[in-house]
């Protein structure tokens, strides 16, 4: 069975960067939606960014910080966070699924990897 695996969690101070990457055991080219989701602690998982038939989309606290991407060679998804808050803070999960208009059927998740930002 396909999985996922996330790597390039951390501890980053406040203003830093990470890059996370999500690694899957075989081919993620039938998935046409990819996401990466955040849990802080005593919080609901959230979505962070997902990118869909190539176009990308953002939850708002990250916006113009984060870039998803995807390389399907590589069957790797990553997540570019930079200027790193206190808030972003968490376990970061990534995700495949499919996505149908407003729809989206998350199939597969990774384990997560935990991101720390702290001074």
């Known amino acids: 069975q396909l999985q996922l695996v996330e790597s390039g969690g951390g501890l980053a101070q406040p203003a830093g960067s990470l890059r996370l990457s999500c690694a899957a055991s075989?081919?993620?080219?039938?998935?046409?939606?990819m996401g990466w989701y955040r849990q802080a602690p005593g919080k609901r998982r959230e979505l962070v960014a997902r990118?869909?038939?190539?176009?990308?989309n953002y939850a708002d606290p990250v916006k113009g910080r984060f870039t998803i991407s995807r390389d399907n060679a590589k069957n790797t998804v990553y997540l570019q966070m930079n200027s790193l808050k206190p808030e972003d803070t968490g376990v970061y999960y990534c995700?495949?699924?499919?996505?149908?208009?407003?729809?989206?059927?998350?199939?597969?998740w990774g384990q997560g990897t935990q991101v720390t930002v702290s001074s």
């Open positions: 995700n495949a699924g499919h996505s149908y208009g407003p729809i989206t059927t998350i199939e597969l």
């Open positions: 075989g081919s993620i080219s039938r998935f046409n939606a």
């Open positions: 990118i869909t038939d190539g176009s990308t």
